[in-house]
């Protein structure tokens, strides 16, 4: 049975930094194209950052780029995101995902999904 468990939320002061983890089981992830999607009540999961599996390809959220940094460690099945400068606006549930197909932006395409961690930002 596949398991993503995502890890390392809670809550932070703005301007701060939190390292969310996400370690995957179940299965062999060898070429899969893994991301970051985030959820505010009420809204749609948005794509936030997804990186390939060499680790050589990554994709950002504009509004992450430069304060945002996915990457993955193989040997453990485990990807990180580390969120630096942190905004009022990235407060959500964070969650991570998992694909086989092509390296994609679209929620609808991944395939496994983690039950997701909190992160909450405050003044």
């Known amino acids: 049975q596949v398991q993503l468990v995502e890890s390392g939320g809670g809550l932070v002061q703005a301007g701060g930094s939190l390292r969310l983890s996400c370690a995957a089981s179940?299965?062999?992830?060898?070429?899969?194209?893994m991301a970051w999607f985030r959820q505010t009540p009420g809204k749609q999961r948005k794509f936030v950052a997804a990186i390939s599996w060499a680790g050589d390809n990554a994709d950002y959220l504009t509004s992450a780029k430069g304060r945002f940094t996915i990457s993955r460690d193989n040997t453990k099945n485990t990807i990180y995101l580390q969120m630096n400068s942190l905004k009022l606006e990235d407060t959500a549930v964070y969650y991570c995902?998992?694909?086989?197909?092509?390296?994609?932006?679209?929620?609808?395409?991944?395939?496994?999904w983690g039950l997701g961690t909190q992160v909450t930002v405050s003044i």
């Open positions: 995902a998992a694909t086989w197909g092509i390296a994609t932006r679209d929620s609808g395409r991944y395939e496994y």
């Open positions: 179940g299965r062999n992830f060898d070429n899969s194209y």
